[in-house]
T-cell receptor
Framework: DGGITQSPKYLFRKEGQNVTLSCEQNLNHDAMYWYRQDPGQGLRLIYYSQIVNDFQKGDIAEGYSVSREKKESFPLTVTSAQKNPTAFYLC???????????????FGEGSRLTVL | GQNIDQPTEMTATEGAIVQINCTYQTSGFNGLFWYQQHAGEAPTFLSYNVLDGLEEKGRFSSFLSRSKGYSYLLLKELQMKDSASYLCAPMDSNYQLIWGAGTKLIIKP
């Protein structure tokens, strides 16, 4: 079955530690995205990538880093520089990667990060 | 600036009809998406409108008025499983989705 897999589903981290969230898709989609969701707020874009080996900052990129070495994979690292990292993180993909209609987003099941 | 406005919470009765409104202001416009999100889960796609008018898909319909910056999602024959948050997301001139905070819909028997 095609889809997006995020891991881990739940993650606890001590302050000062970096943590990497995994996102893998087998939909053959060009574009991939990372969003953060906090209670009472809309999804906020952290980073996105339209093609392999290229990615762009979203609205709240500070304290985060990504890589896109393979089409299928778009891991997100939450660094110790992120001041308030406790949140629900969602990875998504869409079929189109070049400038133009991005198309419908397909989401992974999310990773809930808690900083202790 | 860009802004999305939708009610925070709505309550409806099983079997009834409910309309969830969304008003938006974006830099350019390339269509509007509605997503459903059950608590603790990922959003799932419901509809996409790019032209004015009503799009019907089974029990769910979505309406768009570009001149008014307004959309609504209409849910008919409500079922308990429809209890979820409904997210309005217009797409701006850069083809980026701008997300509203969502409307939490509570269905009562």
């Amino acid at each position: 079955d095609g889809g997006i897999t995020q891991s881990p589903k739940y993650l606890f981290r001590k302050e000062g530690q970096n943590v990497t969230l995994s996102c893998e898709q087998n939909l053959n989609h060009d574009a991939m995205y990372w969003y953060r969701q906090d209670p009472g707020q809309g999804l906020r874009l952290i980073y996105y990538s339209q093609i392999v080996n290229d990615f762009q900052k979203g609205d709240i990129a500070e304290g985060y880093s990504v890589s896109r070495e393979k089409k299928e994979s778009f891991p997100l690292t939450v660094t110790s520089a992120q001041k308030n990292p406790t949140a629900f993180y969602l990875c998504a993909s869409s079929i189109y990667g070049v400038a133009g209609v991005t198309g419908e987003l397909f989401f992974g099941e999310g990773s809930r990060l808690t900083v202790l | 600036g860009q802004n999305i406005d939708q009610p925070t919470e709505m309550t409806a009765t099983e079997g009834a009809i409910v309309q969830i409104n969304c008003t938006y202001q974006t830099s350019g416009f390339n269509g509007l998406f509605w997503y459903q999100q059950h608590a603790g889960e990922a959003p799932t796609f419901l509809s996409y409108n790019v032209l004015d008018g009503l799009e019907e898909k089974g029990r769910f319909s979505s309406f768009l008025s570009r001149s008014k910056g307004y959309s609504y999602l209409l849910l008919k024959e409500l079922q308990m499983k429809d209890s979820a948050s409904y997210l309005c997301a217009p797409m701006d001139s850069n083809y980026q989705l701008i997300w509203g905070a969502g409307t939490k819909l509570i269905i009562k028997p």
